[in-house]
């Protein structure tokens, strides 16, 4: 774990970049915009894909994919959690409102709730939703490296939108390092997250409050040291993005091709 990771549960910036400058499979050959092309393919299809075999099968494929690049496994299940918790938070109540075979319920002053198949199936529907893009993501950002992902950015989105994008990336990492800083300096003292938010909670405001104003701050001393660097406003990359072979505009026009009849197909189609 990097000194910028706060929790082995979040992922590790400097990690994801590691792998995306120094990996070598035939994934981090493949072009940026095949992968990126592919990954709006996923959303699409999971979102109006409602069949759990279909989407166990799509995150079967993507889990394979990301094991034979080579990644780590067992971070990916540590990373897992936070999409986990975030789905059974949101979606756990949902659950109990849904129509079909009661499998348990109560009743509480005069009101029954009950939790049915569907209700379960919902859950594990949304859940597996949820790992495929987390997966697929990952994937793409272990496999592709940042001068790849900021051409394909510049070329995407619009000025000055492709310059917020591609600070707001950078930057991050140092706000997790200074976070992670803070945090290893209040452990070393005998604080921690449980013990200081029941015993503590005015120490951890102060952390919180001063991580916001030194962000600010580093913000200004980078700003000014990318303008005693020449910087004009824009963010010149080098570099070209490597397009797509013939093989993979194949793979993209056949793969295109089922997610736009899984579209049309959909009940969603009326969106």
């Given amino acids: 774990m990097s000194s910028t990771s706060l929790s082995p549960h979040i992922p590790d910036i400097d990690l994801i970049t590691y792998y995306a400058e120094n990996k070598n499979s035939i994934f ?21 894909s409602r069949s759990l075999f279909l989407l166990a099968g799509l995150y079967l494929i993507i889990l394979f994919l990301y094991l034979l690049a080579g990644l ?37 002053g005069g009101f029954t709730i009950a939790l049915t198949d569907n209700g379960i199936l919902l859950v594990i529907t949304l859940l597996i939703k ?6 697929y993501s990952l994937f793409f950002l272990m496999t592709t490296r940042y001068q790849h992902v900021a051409g394909i950015i510049s070329r995407v989105f619009p000025a000055p939108l492709d310059q917020i994008f591609l600070m ?12 992670a800083s803070l945090f290893k300096a209040i452990r070393s003292r005998g604080g921690g997250l449980v013990h200081s938010l029941r015993v503590q909670g005015r120490l951890f405001a102060g952390v919180f409050a001063l991580v916001f104003i030194r962000s600010f701050e580093r913000g200004e001393r980078v700003h000014k040291a990318m303008l005693a660097r020449g910087f004009t406003g824009s963010y010149p990359l080098s570099g070209e993005v490597p397009r797509p072979g013939i093989a993979e505009y194949g793979l993209l026009i056949v793969t295109g091709a089922l997610v736009t009849a899984a579209v049309i197909t959909s009940p969603y189609r009326g969106w």
């Fill in 28 to 48: 981090s050959r493949t072009s940026p915009w095949t992968k990126a092309l592919l990954l709006v393919f996923v959303v699409l299809l999971i979102t109006v």
């Fill in 72 to 108: 780590p496994a067992r971070k990916l299940v540590a990373w897992y959690a936070l999409p986990v918790l975030f789905v059974l938070s949101l979606v756990g109540l949902m659950a109990w409102g849904e129509r079909g075979i009661p499998l348990l319920s109560w009743t509480v």
């Fill in 130 to 135: 949820a790992l495929i893009t987390v997966t």
């Fill in 168 to 179: 707001a990336y950078r930057f991050l990492s140092l706000t997790l390092a200074m976070t």
